[in-house]
């Protein structure tokens, strides 16, 4: 059965964050390296977010957003495309959850569901973090993760303390 589209592109929804030296130029970098890949485009970035930390709360806020990306990438070679774009801007883990550069997350990978050890999509954890919700429902409000759309898991998600930092959503 072939589960991929006729054209070849499937539409990935990624969350970026971060909250060290300046975390938006950091984000529309990686996007703009993204976008300038000939086997990634970029097909629309949320507003821009400033977000209080979660999980590990005792650091700076972060900046959050999330982008559609349409890829000829399958998911584990869009992953590492993300990994090494953190990695070339110096992204160091530490701690879970704590303080960094650039974070680039696979949200979901068109209708695919997928678990290896490099990967879980749709992410296991993001229907649970305002920070990723607020965001992607600038840009697939209607997309259905894990049987909800997501405007309606952002109405059960606490977006306490999340504000725009940039309306625009141009801002990368």
Known sequence: ???SPEDGLYVAALGLGGNIGDPPAAMAEALRQLDARGDCRVAAVSRLYSTPPWGKTDQ????????L?????????LLEVCLSIE??????RLKRWGPRIIDIDILTYGPRELKTSKLEVPHPRMTERGFVIKPLADVAPDLVVKGRMVRDWLQDVDTVGIKVAEESQDWW
């Open 1 to 3: 059965m072939n589960t």
């Open 60 to 67: 700076a806020d972060f900046f959050n957003c999330c982008a």
């Open 69 to 77: 990306v349409e890829t000829r990438l399958d998911p584990e070679d």
């Open 87 to 92: 990695r070339a801007m110096k992204r160091v």
